[in-house]
């Protein structure tokens, strides 16, 4: 009984996880058109205030059950992953 | 136009920001409910093989635009935070 239920929970889990996989490409997306968008302008790919911003709207958003700083912590890392595909597609873009 | 493209190119990233911090939050409970099955049945809470299980089906179902190794870490540190989540609710538990 606790097995099946184990496997039913673990089944979910790798539901979310496809989700996220997705939700992450996505985003990453968004984030090398961004990067586009910005170079076409001369514009600095980091902007630390934007960022905030995003941490300070995850913080709000957040209902449980990840503490905020550890939610954070995660999205930084979704950042920095971003900031280096922009970086990469940008290195490339010079190569051309 | 490049400013209006970017506000619109942002828009979209804090819709998937949000959806992102709902599905974290799914995940998170999933990870709370197995945590407890387990704890009801003795077993451990880090289980290695699953959790390779699930980073080789992360490497499968990425079609860019993050490298593989980029994607793996982040759910390294998502998996990290779903420990550490059961194992404060096992020391609550442990106080009841």
New interface residues.
Partial sequence: M?NE??EQ??K???G???????????????????GK??A??GLNRFDPV?ERK?LD??AE??????ETS??Q???K??FK?SL??QEDDHSKALLV
């Fill in positions: 606790a239920q184990l929970l673990r979910q889990l790798d979310v996880n496809d989700q996220l996989v997705e939700l992450i490409a996505q985003r990453g997306k968004i984030a090398q058109e961004i968008v910005k076409s302008q934007r995003m709207e995850i958003k957040n209902e449980g059950p990840f550890t939610l912590h995660i999205f890392e979704i992953a280096e595909l």
